[in-house]
């Protein structure tokens, strides 16, 4: 007992003096850390704002400057993280058990590791500090002063337009879809005061399904049973007053555009509302996907008894709930897919070759999942390629393989309205399904953790972590980006799958913003170093034993 009571008295001292130099070093660090989550606050803001401009809509200084940033704003935060990890309890752990010499010994042992780490993040920050400065000195050389656009001489095409333009005959698999909506529009066997009432309703369904094609192709049927008529589209920025001074230059041809400009939303909603007042009108207003512009755009909708019809579409379901009655769009059989593909190749399935690889056509069609618009854009892929190269250009399939068709590049910007849509917290979430194979199935609970544990869930006073991840799954199904997988007999989403032309999507951004990456069985070789933050590692026959990684963090 005395021999123990000795030791202590000499290792206390130490202790102290031990204590006290760990207790300046942690100030002087956690001063720098707190300087460092101020101006990840900044950084955050600037890529959130840079965020809201799709990625080939800016200049590629600004791309490269916004590429540095975020790897900048990704290491600041490991750095906070690493602090945090480290200086959790020390003090408390030091003096814990001071009874006992061994865990004393251990705890000094400990506290001199830990010394050793803060030393090292102080290093750490202020080489981040100086890698901040290299960047603003670059953001400043180059005259990088915001969200700069590729020049204006760059006439963009709104894809959809394509689909408001195309051929009858052209149109596959939409004679049944055409002929349900028709009857919703017409039916009148409801009561006979409701009988004369405006009826609206909205298609429902995600990018590329084929929601405008099948709107345009009910509206050539019915629009001669109409005095006015007009298709207008909206999109996800919409100018409301834009919209309304298309409504109205539709319905009353003789109107000057310079007439409307000097009109606010109340003078056009008046203007429009005069000129519907004793018409039966047609309008198809194509494409919503906020309800505060679909609140504006309805009150110009005037209810005059006189049988008048509204169609919109949309891939939102809670606007679709909040428009009118619902049309759920489905996608294509697995024979319509076929006789699409077929048409769109060889002019149709009865001119198909007899020695065309049909294994490998049916596996592109599975990808397809019944999307008219992928079905078109994979067809257009192949057309013209010779039918021994279709399985490569199969295992190619994708949006970053850098193949120039045209229509690839329309699904892609189609899909893609989708994702530039979400708040950032959900494009979080969404990437992060990149880390699953296609054809997954993802266990709805099991993603959510997921989600808390990566950080990308907020936290909200009063609701737990995992209900406000539930809270973003169920959006990502209202935005129609994930497909719910229902029980069928408790009638409950258990879990969710991803098309694969939207996994395509995601995994492109995901490559871009070094999100996440992937290794499978297709790399042609191991990296030896590796500057993944998430890896995910997909049918991998290659060993990992050798690549550095030391910024991974899952």
């Excluded at 006992?100 to 251990?106: E, F, M, S």
């Excluded at 996907?289 to 504006?296: E, P, Q």
């Excluded at 049918?539 to 963090?553: G, Q, Y």
Aim: glycine share 6%.
């Amino acid at each position: 007992m005395e021999v123990v009571t000795g030791a202590m008295g000499s290792l206390l001292p130490k202790l102290g003096e031990l204590l006290v130099g760990e207790y300046k070093l942690l100030k002087g660090v956690k001063k720098d850390v707190e300087s460092l989550e101020r101006e990840m606050k900044s950084m955050n803001a600037a890529l959130v704002k840079m965020a809201e401009v799709p990625r080939d809509q800016l200049d590629n200084q600004v791309i490269i400057w916004a590429d540095e940033l975020r790897e900048l704003s990704y290491d600041m935060e490991d750095v906070v993280d690493n602090f945090l990890v480290c200086a959790e309890g020390s003090q408390s752990d030091a003096i814990a058990d001071s009874n006992n010499l061994k865990r004393l010994v251990g705890k000094m042992a400990n506290l001199f590791t830990k010394g050793k780490t803060r030393h090292q993040i102080g290093n750490a920050i202020r080489d981040i500090k100086n890698r901040a400065q290299e960047v603003a000195d670059r953001r400043d050389r180059y005259k990088v002063d915001g969200v700069v656009t590729n020049p204006a001489g760059k006439q963009k095409i709104d894809p959809r337009v394509l689909a408001l333009y195309k051929d009858q005959k052209e149109l596959v698999g939409i004679e049944d879809a055409r002929d349900e909506l028709t009857k919703m529009l017409t039916d009148d066997d409801g009561p006979k005061q409701q009988q004369h009432k405006m009826k609206i309703v909205s298609i429902i369904g995600p990018g590329g399904l084929g929601k405008t094609t099948l709107a345009k192709a009910v509206y050539d049927r019915l629009q001669t049973q109409f005095t006015c008529t007009t298709f207008v589209l909206v999109g996800r920025d919409p100018e409301v007053k834009k919209v309304l001074r298309d409504i109205i230059l539709e319905v009353d041809k003789n109107k000057c555009m310079g007439d409307l400009a000097t009109l606010d939303e109340t003078q056009l909603i008046s203007k429009l509302r005069r000129l519907l007042e004793n018409a039966r009108y047609l309008i198809v207003i194509d494409d919503i996907w906020d309800l505060k512009a679909w609140d504006i755009i309805k009150c110009a909708l005037l209810d005059n008894n006189h049988v008048s019809r509204v169609i919109t579409t949309t891939r939102i379901l809670d606007v679709a709930k909040n428009t009118g009655d619902i049309y759920k769009l489905k996608p294509l059989s697995h024979h319509l897919s076929e006789e699409l593909f077929y048409t769109r190749l060889f002019g149709g399935k009865d001119k198909c070759p007899f020695d065309h690889p049909a294994e490998v056509s049916s596996k592109i069609l599975q990808k397809c999942g019944g999307l008219p618009l992928a079905i078109i854009t994979l067809a257009s892929l192949l057309a013209g390629k010779p039918m021994e190269n279709w399985s490569k250009v199969f295992n190619s399939i994708g949006f970053g393989s850098g193949d120039n068709n045209k229509d690839v590049e329309n699904t892609r910007k189609i899909l893609s309205f989708s994702y530039y849509d979400l708040p950032c917290h959900l494009r979080s979430c969404l990437l992060h399904l990149s880390v699953y194979p296609e054809d997954d199935l993802i266990m709805k609970d099991t993603l959510i953790w997921q989600w808390v544990a990566e950080g990308f869930v907020i936290e909200e006073p009063g609701v737990s972590l995992f209900e406000t991840g539930e809270r973003y799954f169920n959006e990502l199904l209202n935005r129609s980006m994930i497909q719910p997988v229902e029980d069928s007999v408790k009638y409950t989403i258990y879990a969710c799958c991803i098309h694969d032309m939207v996994l395509d999507i995601i995994c492109l951004f995901s490559k871009e913003q070094n999100f996440v990456t992937i290794l499978d069985s297709n790399e042609e070789h191991t990296p030896s170093q590796c500057n993944a933050r998430r890896l995910a590692v997909q049918k991998r026959v290659l060993p990992l034993t050798n690549m550095n990684m030391p910024k991974l963090r899952s």
